[in-house]
């Protein structure tokens, strides 16, 4: 991994998406925009979509665990609308549609739906 972009990766990869996307340029004295930018040339997602990545990676980390999508949500989301609006944003359908498709045989009941 390139050296220059390693503290701002491990410190979203450290807490899952979960820290304030100004952090980097306050910690190298940098304008907002010069890391992010620096970031998105290197990863291909600017931090803030990155992390949101990483929080929805884990949110399906913990319901793949047994916990329902209410309890997922709490992986780093302000409540469950916000996690909802995200899945959707992300993955093209609701959580709850999610899970079915992903429990259907019928690829037909997955339109919409990225993984399914």
Not at 31 to 60: D, H
Request: hydrophobic share 30%; proline share 7%; glycine share 10%.
């Amino acid at each position: 991994m390139h050296e220059k972009r390693s503290p701002t990766w491990r410190e979203l990869r450290r807490t899952i998406g979960r820290m304030q996307v100004g952090e980097p340029a306050a910690e190298t004295g940098w304008s907002r925009r010069r890391p992010e930018r620096r970031f998105r040339e290197q990863v291909g997602l600017p931090p803030k979509q990155f992390a949101q990545v990483l929080r929805l990676q884990e949110a399906l980390r913990l319901q793949d665990g047994g916990l329902p999508w209410a309890a997922a949500a709490v992986a780093g989301y302000y409540d469950q609308a916000q996690f909802t609006r995200a899945f959707k944003d992300r993955v093209g359908c609701t959580p709850g549609r999610f899970g079915a498709c992903r429990a259907s045989s019928k690829p037909s009941d997955c339109n919409g739906c990225l993984g399914c």
